[in-house]
């Protein structure tokens, strides 16, 4: 987790110089300095991590973000863009002498193609909006992050937002079509397109998870789907969350792709039942959510697929939602972990390391001993489709020697995570939070090829600079070397 | 396979130092596609075999020279398959690599239901310009760790450096297909396919060719025949339609049959006809149409950027009209950056995709 490598004190000359200068083009009240005024963007969706910025600005047109973007370019300031400030990295935590880029007042939906089947909107739209929107014409967009009615479209290109469907529809990269914006110099860009296989190389790729450090969006180009027209949701119950593991992977060994396929365990289902009563099986050891979608003909082919498997895979037993509000019940327990968690524990901090299906009881396992280790409780939800763990671990932040407790307990899963072939982060970012991880995930050598896209993009090291990409001097400080397979790559060279 | 990796990074390096031009070329399958081939040919195959493959993790990783087909071999084996339905291009006895295959990027009929190649790469193994092997990405499905430079190398071809290994997502083969023909004008074709497209249909390929659309419905049986009932047609034979489907995917249909400059025009799929020299065949749905220039003809460049897309020269003996549309200048000043960043000496696949890249 990241410690603060920059000056936290703000400097009042030069925050008057910057808001000034923004104040030439900007109205008074798009241009925030006064304490009261800038606390609320102090931190986003990671609360652990907060600062108040020098400056907010609030720009409403696009001519306004090139201007404060070349702005904050000749002045040298640093810009911290934010959407909705949901993120759960501290992708948006501020900077004591940058500007806090907030896109917030972008909220159009500037046009629907129903017969292309792509709408573009200003990146402050919220995701759940963009499905509102379209529903009337039986469309939807499909990413849907758990925080999907308050994060916006810009903040899930930023991270590369996932979801409970994203095996079957896949994450915000399959289903954004094109972006524009701006570099900090403040050149208008446009990657991607309406039409296939823009020419060269793929800039929306490279854009997109780029956790604000390439470019600021102003405008997305989304790809909508028909809304299929019926789903239903088994829920199975395992005696033991390796069976349920186990179960996963052998829907999938069946030619099955789930429109979700989620698992809990029990700490994370009593919590969660206590909360929503989505009348979860508290006494299973784990449940398995499986969604199939499509014609009504459709589902009934595949439920009946999926519930032949799960049986054979030992589900001690099943409920099939039967109308449209028992399917959202379901879900509304999985949706509302994270608040649940809020409610049994003072605080929790979610990690969101994704792993290799096949070494979940193994992760599962060395989860359970680190409770002991540390002494925190630790309740699982899991994107099983895709092998994106949330373990959640419960923890006093009043309690300074618990809140270190957590952080190393973090630390040691992610670390897991890289170990049996996985990544530090599936869908929050790394932002702030996991900056030291990197150093594990990564070779110096590759840590030095995205700064050298960093370049590229912001050759002058200015928007959102301390996110995403550790310095290699960082990586040394934290002192943990990059391990691939267990060995060391090139154990020839010296470190550092 | 350590002994082969070292030898293509002691060409590398050698290249790099001598300022030397490298070729990276597996089967040589794709030797037409971009800009012309320059520089000294650097063979990655015998860099080859499937490195990891567990079906139940949707997840192969396999090296770069790996044939195409071998690789597609063992996923069908499983029940499985590379859902962008890759073409190969195979020819004159050559047979396409994986590393080609993704460094052109090139999708098939199942990419407007399926997506594109791009959206199938998880992790890549590169070698790049200073002989560094570099991993980005990985072989989990989600993964936003670092910047997705394994899914910028995917088209990239091989100007940032050579594709070590590749892994991509798979997907099961669909439970049933079936294929169906329909009499339809191209104007009501086009028009036909986005309406489909903006219902639960699934059609997992479209070809209109002279006056014949076929289409490809792909899923759950019922779902296959509920489809069947709302767009009629003539339903092919099993053979027919696999035989017809690897006839687009290939361009051995007869459209293509002739030696005219190939025109590949990726436009929006609700572009209506185009105002060009001869008919096109058109796939994807609309969003992808191919036309033969004969000598003379107007290049077919403006009338795709018109409708907001983008026209390649496909197949052509004289690409001096540029092998692909022009960037707007911040985007090639970005390409050049990129270009610089991995491979500083330019020694990789100069003139491919942009003649100073």
């Known amino acids: ?496 | 396979m350590a002994d082969a990796v070292q030898s293509l990074a002691d060409r590398v390096r050698a290249a790099a130092d001598a300022g030397m031009r490298l070729c990276l070329r597996g089967g040589g399958t794709k030797d037409f596609y971009g800009g012309a081939l320059e520089g000294e040919p650097l063979d990655t195959r015998a860099h080859a075999g499937v490195v990891r493959y567990d079906p139940t993790e949707l997840v192969i990783t396999a090296r770069c020279g790996t044939p195409l087909a071998q690789l597609e071999a063992t996923l069908d084996e499983n029940g499985q398959m590379l859902a962008f339905e890759p073409p190969h291009f195979a020819r004159d006895g050559r047979a396409a690599t994986l590393g080609g295959c993704v460094a052109a990027g090139l999708s098939g009929p199942r990419r407007a239901a399926a997506g594109a190649l791009r959206d199938f790469v998880l992790g890549a193994v590169l070698l790049d310009g200073r002989a560094r092997v570099l991993r980005f990405g990985g072989e989990v499905m989600k993964n936003v760790a670092g910047y997705d430079v394994a899914r910028l190398l995917a088209g990239s071809l091989g100007t940032l450096g050579v594709l070590l290994e590749v892994s991509l997502k798979v997907l099961p083969r669909p439970v049933e297909e079936l294929s169906l023909r329909l009499e339809l004008t191209q104007d009501a074709a086009i028009a036909q396919l986005n309406a489909w497209g903006g219902q639960p249909l699934p059609i997992s390929a479209s070809a209109w060719c002279d006056g014949l659309l076929h289409l490809r419905l792909s899923g759950a049986a019922a779902a296959v025949r509920a489809a069947r009932s709302v767009i009629g047609g003539e339903a092919l034979a099993g053979d027919v339609a696999t035989a017809f489907w690897r006839s687009v995917r290939e361009q051995t249909h007869a459209f293509f049959a002739s030696e005219a400059p190939l025109w590949r025009l990726a436009v929006p799929s609700t572009t209506p006809l185009l105002a060009l020299s001869a008919a096109p065949f058109i796939e994807w749905g609309g969003a992808l149409r191919w036309v033969p220039t004969r000598p003379g003809d107007p290049i077919p460049r403006e009338a795709a950027a018109r409708a907001g897309g983008h026209a390649t020269l496909f197949r052509a003996q004289d690409k001096s009209a540029g092998a692909f549309a022009p960037l707007d200048a911040v985007s090639m000043r970005l390409h050049r950056g990129l270009k610089a960043a991995l491979d500083p000496s330019g020694i990789f696949n100069r003139g491919r995709i942009y003649p100073d890249l």
């Open chain 1, 1 to 496: 987790m990241g410690a603060n490598e920059r000056n936290s004190v703000i400097d009042p000359r030069r925050q008057q110089a910057v808001a000034a200068a923004l104040r030439a083009f900007l109205p008074p009240q798009s241009v925030l300095y006064d304490a009261e005024d800038t606390q609320p963007y102090e931190c986003d969706g990671l609360t652990a991590y907060r600062r108040v910025p020098m400056v907010v600005a609030l720009p409403e047109t696009e001519e306004q973000v090139r201007r404060v973007l070349q702005t904050c370019h000749a002045m040298d300031v640093p810009v911290v863009p934010r959407g909705a400030g949901t993120g759960l990295s501290g992708g948006a935590l501020p900077l004591a002498d940058g500007v806090l880029l907030s896109m917030a007042k972008f909220m159009r939906v500037l046009r629907v193609d129903p017969a292309a089947r792509l709408a573009v909107v200003q990146p402050g739209v919220r995701n759940a909006a963009i499905s509102d929107v379209v529903a009337p014409l039986g469309l939807y967009y499909a990413p849907d992050p758990s925080s999907q009615i308050a994060c916006s479209i810009g903040g899930n290109v930023a991270e590369n937002s996932g979801g409970v469907h994203c095996l079957k529809y896949g994450l915000t990269v399959h289903n954004v079509l094109g972006i524009r914006g701006y570099t900090i110099e403040g050149e208008p860009i446009a990657f991607g397109s309406e039409a296939p296989d823009a020419p060269g190389y793929d800039l929306l790729a490279l854009a997109i998870g780029s956790e604000g450090l390439l470019a600021v969006v102003t405008e997305v180009t989304v790809k909508l789907l028909p809304k299929p027209q019926f789903a239903r949701v088994v829920m199975a119950s395992f005696d033991d969350v390796e069976k349920a593991g186990a179960a996963v992977a052998a829907v999938i060994a069946e030619g099955i792709i789930p429109a979700g396929l989620e698992m809990m365990d029990q700490p994370a289902t009593r919590a969660v039942e206590a909360f929503v009563h989505a009348d979860y099986d508290v006494d299973a050891a784990a449940i398995l959510l499986a969604e199939s979608d499509g014609t009504p003909e459709e589902v009934e082919e595949e439920i009946a697929r999926i519930k032949s498997v799960l049986e054979r895979a030992g589900a001690t037993r099943m409920t099939v939602s039967r109308d449209e509000a028992e399917r959202l019940r379901f879900w509304s327990g999985r949706k509302a972990a994270f608040p649940a968690m809020g409610r049994i524990s003072p605080d929790y901090y979610c990690m969101d390391g994704t792993i290799p299906r096949r070494r979940l009881g193994e992760v599962l396992r060395f989860i359970a001993g680190l409770e002991k280790k540390y002494g925190l409780r630790c309740p699982n939800v899991f994107h099983a489709g895709d092998g994106n763990l949330h373990p959640l671990i419960l923890f006093d932040a009043n309690d300074p020697n618990e809140l270190e407790r957590t952080e190393q307990f973090a630390a040691e899963v992610l670390e897991k995570c890289v170990e049996v072939g996985g990544t530090i982060t599936g869908e929050h970012g790394v932002g702030i939070e996991k900056i030291d991880q990197m150093c594990v995930q990564f070779h110096p050598d590759e840590l030095e090829v995205f700064h050298a896209v960093k370049r590229v993009f912001d050759s002058k090291g200015l928007l959102n600079p301390g996110k995403a990409v550790p310095t290699l001097h960082r990586c040394a400080e934290f002192g943990r070397m990059h391990v691939h397979h267990g060995q060391l790559k090139h154990p020839e060279l010296p470190r550092f």
